[in-house]
């Protein structure tokens, strides 16, 4: 079902709870009796901050977070919810490092889990680059639901486009 890309990779059984909540309409009610709240992070600013007191509270010994912005050019069709970019520039015989931190706008209008889950993932590419088994423990390290949060936030992007098609099919 190609409703359900944001869902490849995962067991049958999961895809095809997923499959029903969307027959019976109600994937959006689901999500929202499991996510009722939205949080008040809308600017670049209060992001910023938000994500610096996640690093301070367990990274303390990685370097400053130079940005952190919403860009909402970011595709999360083709698999970017976040970005971390680092940057290295030579001030006479001294490196400085930068590192930003780019979270896809999608995520101003998510609950506050999923905020968390994206800045959680994005941090935990600080200290590992890869996504391997090093980079998933350190992340359930600092969110321990985080593959849930990833996978209801999967959910969350099928919902999300579903209502999309919706609303162009009634114009």
Known sequence: M??????????????????????????????????????????????????????????????????VRYDSKLSVVHHALGLNVRKAQLQGSKIKRKHDIIIASVFREAPPEFLRMIAVHELAHLKETQHDKAFYQFCTYMEPAYHQLEFDFRVFMTNRDLIKKTQNTEI
């Open 2 to 67: 190609s409703d359900l890309m944001y869902l490849n990779g995962y067991p049958e059984q999961l895809l095809q709870q997923v499959r029903q909540l969307i027959t019976k309409q109600q994937l959006g009610e689901w999500l929202a009796k499991r996510y009722p709240e939205r949080h008040d992070i809308q600017s670049d600013t209060a992001l910023f901050d938000y994500v610096a007191e996640l690093k301070n509270r367990y990274m303390r010994n990685v370097s400053a977070i130079s940005k």
